[in-house]
Structures are given as structure tokens and as C-alpha cells.
């Protein structure tokens, strides 16, 4: 969990500056351009659901209604692609009737009124609650109102495919697993709380780097992270070779608890942070150099003489900091078990921390989210835009 800007600290991040430097990222609009981009899906249910609704007024019957003004038949659908600025939409199903009588006018609406479409469903994936301007929108297409049930439907077609990724099979087997939680605020009525964003994110045997699974909870728990955990379990993962964690207790039940074979790295960042906490400001930038230099030793003997050094340096004079030092302290050396390329990426969850800070300049634009669905859902769909480098995995 990331530490409190407030939290005076000269560390710097383990890692951080390896990192390759991250794509320039999109403005406002360019923001609200890729949200259209994923509405492509939710316009084409749109569309079809009203060109639907306008052949069952064209022959006065409902699916499977007998009534005696029918006027006509139904006879299937044929498809087609259309072309819109806000996307290609391929394979759009047309409905047809028996006679050839039926002519769809949402073509020529929707070329009228696309830019309203699309900033409708914009507004509505990010929200989660705007149907009733999407309604007063597919009304202008129609001529009529739709149904509350054809608008209910698209609300829903929005999150299909953040499901479809969240329960997407997973390999067997990965190299690093990286797992920390990340704040943000969701609205609920005229309170805004702050939900926290359970995320693994993992590395596969070949270096490569994919979100696995996130959870939105209240607050960190081990009931919440034995939830993600599991639900890795449930979709493939049998085998990593790494965790690294910070040092939240419910966390790190979790972990001893679903992987209790797997070798476990505390990040170090946040373990240093936590140490400089304890120091005054005045000798800070001092230990913190000393703190820094026993991880960044070549072998761990080295390593281990370092850290040694320091507990009896200061045992005394900062017995708080030395206490913070020495919790978990089994797990502090980990790193050294993998080959030495490996270490600047697994000494911290500093992985998951950059990532989340590209979605929340990209997410700038939202004040707060008004769900913990719709707030899922958008941070899933930033993050398909973000690349994840490669790094060496030995």
C-alpha cells in the first residue's frame, strides 16, 4: 500500500530509475477519444436493439405476437459493416421482413446524431448510472422512447468485457508475482470514500508483464486478498516462483496461506520508508544512504554484514527504526536467490506503483467514480492502452 505523500523520507525507490521512461501521456480529450473507442460494442447493441424496435412497429407485432393488426412477417437479418467516427462497427445484424417492406432509418439518424451517441455512452461508462440520457439519445433514433429493458441491456453490455478479462484462464505458471493496493475514490450518494484496488501483477517465465486480477474492497483484509488470491487459483495459477509483498498483516496471511511454498520478497521501498520514519530529519539523508547501500551489495554475505552493521549502529539511538528494520526481516534478502539481472525489479512493488500512476493522469479528467464497478471497469480499460516492458527474468 503506498505510503502517505506527507511521510518525510530521502529514499529513493529501489528500481525507479531502471524503469524505462513512460509514453508520453494523453490529454483530457484524448482520454475521453479512447473511452469512445471502447463504446464501439455498446453502439452496435444500441443500434440493433432499435432497428429491432422499429420493424415490430412496422408490422404492429411484438417477437412471437398474435395480434390482428399484424401488417407482416418477420424473416431473420442480414449483416453488414458500418463505418462511424466513433469506430468500425463489423457484422451489424439487420432484421428483415417477409415482404421487403421494412427500411430501417437509423443509418441516416445515427450519421445525424453520432457525436451524442458516443458522448452518451462515454458518460455512461464512466458513471455506470447515465441511462436516461442514453434513452433520450436512442429516442431521437427511433422516434419513440425504448423500453426500459432495451436500456437496461446497454447499461449491462459496458462491463462485458472487463468480465470477460476478469475471468479470462491465466497460465500455470509465472515467474514474479507482484501484489500491493492502490486508493481511490468512489462516490456513494454525497459521500466519497476511498476504495482500495487489490492488485497482482504478474511475470510470466518469458519476461512479460500482464495485470492478472484486481478486487475492489473497503480496505485492505485478508479476507480480501485470500479473494484474489483464490480467485488466481480458480483460473490457473498453480506455480510462482516470487511474491513480493509490503508488509500488511492481512496481505501477508493471505500469502502464507494460499502460496505458502512460494518465496516471498518485502518490498523494499516501503520497508525503508517505514525505517526513515523513525529518524530525524536532520541525519536523514545520512542513514538513508547507509540504509540503501546494504541491498545494493553483490552477494548477500555482503549484504547480510551490512545489515548487521547498521542494527548495531543505531539500535540504540533509534531502537523504533531498528524495530520497523527488523519485522519481517527473513524476507528482506530474498532477492539474492535469483540471478543478479532480476534484482533492481524484484527489491519492490515500485511495478505496481508506476503503473497506477499512468491511470491516475489518465484518469484525471473523472473526479471521483460513482461506483466500484465503473471504477474497475475504467481502470481495466486505461490500463489496455498502457504497454508493460519486458524484463529479465534469468
Known amino acids: ?108 439518424r445515427y450519421s445525424r446524431y453520432e457525436p451524442e451517441v458516443a458522448e452518451a455512452l462515454t458518460e455512461m461508462f464512466v458513471s455506470g448510472t447515465s441511462t436516461h440520457k442514453v434513452g433520450k439519445v436512442a429516442e431521437k433514433l427511433m422516434g419513440v422512447a425504448p423500453s426500459a429493458s432495451a436500456v437496461s441491456r446497454l447499461n449491462q453490455t459496458l462491463t462485458e468485457q472487463y468480465e470477460a478479462w476478469r475471468e479470462r484462464p491465466l497460465l500455470g505458471h509465472y515467474r514474479i508475482l507482484y501484489l500491493d493496493g492502490i486508493h481511490f475514490a468512489v462516490r456513494h450518494g454525497t459521500q466519497t470514500d476511498a476504495t482500495m484496488i487489490l492488485t497482482a501483477l504478474g511475470v510470466d517465465l518469458e519476461g512479460n508483464r500482464e495485470v492478472l486480477a484486481f478486487r475492489a474492497c473497503a480496505e485492505e483484509s485478508k479476507d480480501g486478498w485470500s479473494c484474489l488470491l483464490q480467485d488466481l487459483r480458480t483460473r490457473g495459477v498453480s506455480e510462482v516462483d516470487l511474491i513480493i509483498t509490503d508488509g500488511h498483516d492481512g496481505l501477508l496471511a493471505a500469502v502464507g496461506a494460499l502460496f505458502p511454498a512460494t518465496l516471498r520478497q518485502r518490498c523494499l521501498v516501503h520497508k525503508q520508508r517505514n525505517v526513515m520514519n523513525a529518524i530525524p530529519k536532520r541525519e536523514q539523508q545520512e542513514v538513508a544512504t547507509e540504509l540503501a547501500g546494504i541491498f545494493k551489495q553483490e552477494k ?95
Open 300 to 394: 548477500k554475505e555482503e549484504a547480510w554484514l551490512n545489515l548487521t552493521a547498521f542494527k548495531a549502529k543505531y539500535r540504540q539511538r533509534y531502537p523504533e527504526a531498528i524495530r520497523s528494520l527488523i519485522e519481517d526481516e527473513e524476507h528482506l534478502l530474498t532477492f539474492y536467490a535469483f540471478p543478479q539481472v532480476m534484482h533492481r525489479y524484484i527489491r519492490s512493488t515500485n511495478a505496481i506503483e508506476s503503473l497506477f500512476s499512468n491511470v491516475r493522469r489518465r484518469t484525471d479528467p473523472i473526479d471521483t467514480f460513482t461506483t466500484e464497478t465503473s471504477c474497475l471497469t475504467i481502470v481495466w480499460a486505461v490500463m489496455q492502452d498502457i504497454r508493460l516492458p519486458k524484463i529479465p527474468v534469468g
Open 1 to 108: 500500500m503506498p505510503v502517505p505523500k506527507n511521510k518525510p523520507t530521502t529514499v529513493t525507490p529501489e528500481g525507479s530509475t531502471s524503469e524505462p521512461s513512460p509514453p508520453a501521456l494523453p490529454e483530457q480529450e484524448e482520454f475521453r477519444q479512447h473511452l469512445r473507442r471502447l463504446a464501439v460494442s455498446a453502439v452496435q447493441v444500441l443500434i440493433e436493439q432499435v432497428m429491432r424496435e422499429e420493424l415490430e412497429q412496422c408490422i404492429g407485432a411484438s417477437w412471437g405476437e398474435c395480434t390482428p393488426n399484424r401488417r407482416g412477417y418477420r424473416n431473420g437479418s442480414y449483416s453488414r459493416d458500418l463505418v462511424t467516427p466513433t469506430g468500425r462497427i463489423e457484422d451489424l445484424s439487420v432484421p428483415r421482413d417477409r415482404e421487403g417492406q421494412f427500411h430501417t432509418q437509423v443509418f441516416e
